[in-house]
């Protein structure tokens, strides 16, 4: 009787991915699944992408921007780990996200996941009117000047933030003339222009001098460090293990279109 009236005596059953799915989309975060494609600049002695690609920015991934290169799914987050290590350059961070994608989603390595309304902070220092230029230029331009040549000023440099879609400036300090720190206002000292910061005449530090921006900015996380695992059950394809790592915009190379797109 006791064996009878227990599951044992049952049909046997299975897990139902849809279950799994309905739940994925009920507690998950909604966003966008951008598809990767590896960047062909390759170098041929290391297999390594090119760091001055124009394409891949150095980064190895090209994001076609297309309807059915980019998809609307959700993922569920089950863990985050950050880790910070001391280095002789400095401090470098590695930080990973374990998340469960949807069992029918098509998700490869080199994908992007950018959650709609995950911000982080931000913190960025700029120089004011720099005069940069370009090294890869530098020893070609030497070498074919001569003492006739009319000398040519090099541009300024644009004074941008490291992520678009800012989504809110907390707080600017610059160094002013003595060398104090200063708090800038924005709408009255400056203006963010998309990425670009524009200071009205006679605001803002000296040529040359720094300032600090304090801002909030989207993320977006790169599937890259693990390949995402394919989980089945009773021959049914079950949601998909993916691990996830943030994107961190460290300078300027890491801008313009990143995370890079390609037409077609």
Same mark, same amino acid.
């Given at each position: 009787?006791?064996?009878?009236?227990?599951?044992?005596?049952?049909?046997?059953?299975?897990?139902?991915?849809?279950?799994?799915?309905?739940?994925?989309?009920?507690?998950?975060?909604?966003?966008?699944?951008?598809?990767?494609?590896?960047?062909?600049?390759?170098?041929?002695?290391?297999?390594?992408?090119?760091?001055?690609?124009?394409?891949?920015?150095?980064?190895?991934?090209?994001?076609?921007?297309?309807?059915?290169?980019?998809?609307?799914?959700?993922?569920?987050?089950?863990?985050?780990?950050?880790?910070?290590?001391?280095?002789?350059?400095?401090?470098?961070?590695?930080?990973?996200?374990?998340?469960?994608?949807?069992?029918?989603?098509?998700?490869?390595?080199?994908?992007?996941?950018?959650?709609?309304?995950?911000?982080?902070?931000?913190?960025?220092?700029?120089?004011?009117?720099?005069?940069?230029?370009?090294?890869?230029?530098?020893?070609?331009?030497?070498?074919?000047?001569?003492?006739?040549?009319?000398?040519?000023?090099?541009?300024?440099?644009?004074?941008?933030?490291?992520?678009?879609?800012?989504?809110?400036?907390?707080?600017?300090?610059?160094?002013?003339?003595?060398?104090?720190?200063?708090?800038?206002?924005?709408?009255?000292?400056?203006?963010?222009?998309?990425?670009? *910061? /524009?200071? +009205?005449?006679? %605001?803002?530090? @000296? #040529?040359?001098?720094?300032?600090?921006?304090?801002?909030?900015?989207?993320?977006?996380?790169?599937?890259?460090?693990?390949?995402?695992?394919?989980?089945?059950?009773?021959?049914?394809?079950?949601?998909?293990?993916?691990?996830?790592?943030?994107?961190?915009? *460290? /300078?300027? +190379?890491?801008? %313009?279109?990143? @995370? #890079?797109?390609?037409?077609?």
């Amino acid at each position: 009787m006791l064996f009878r009236n227990t599951i044992l005596q049952q049909s046997i059953f299975h897990l139902n991915p849809e279950e799994f799915d309905a739940e994925i989309i009920s507690h998950g975060t909604h966003g966008k699944l951008r598809h990767g494609v590896i960047c062909p600049c390759q170098r041929i002695e290391t297999g390594a992408p090119r760091i001055n690609c124009p394409s891949c920015r150095g980064v190895g991934w090209l994001y076609p921007d297309g309807d059915s290169d980019t998809c609307e799914t959700y993922m569920l987050s089950s863990g985050r780990t950050v880790n910070a290590k001391l280095r002789a350059a400095g401090m470098l961070k590695e930080g990973q996200e374990q998340s469960m994608a949807l069992s029918k989603a098509q998700i490869m390595r080199g994908d992007l996941w950018q959650p709609c309304g995950e911000v982080q902070g931000v913190q960025q220092f700029i120089r004011h009117d720099l005069q940069q230029v370009d090294t890869n230029r530098l020893r070609d331009t030497i070498r074919r000047q001569s003492h006739t040549d009319t000398v040519k000023i090099p541009a300024v440099r644009v004074e941008k933030l490291l992520y678009p879609d800012v989504t809110k400036i907390e707080v600017v300090y610059y160094e002013n003339a003595e060398g104090v720190a200063t708090r800038a206002r924005e709408g009255v000292d400056f203006q963010l222009v998309g990425r670009e *910061i /524009q200071w +009205a005449p006679g %605001a803002g530090p @000296p #040529p040359g001098k720094g300032y600090t921006c304090r801002y909030w900015a989207p993320t977006s996380y790169l599937v890259e460090d693990m390949l995402p695992s394919w989980t089945e059950e009773g021959g049914q394809k079950m949601p998909w293990k993916v691990t996830l790592r943030r994107l961190d915009r *460290i /300078q300027e +190379a890491d801008i %313009a279109q990143y @995370p #890079p797109q390609v037409n077609g």
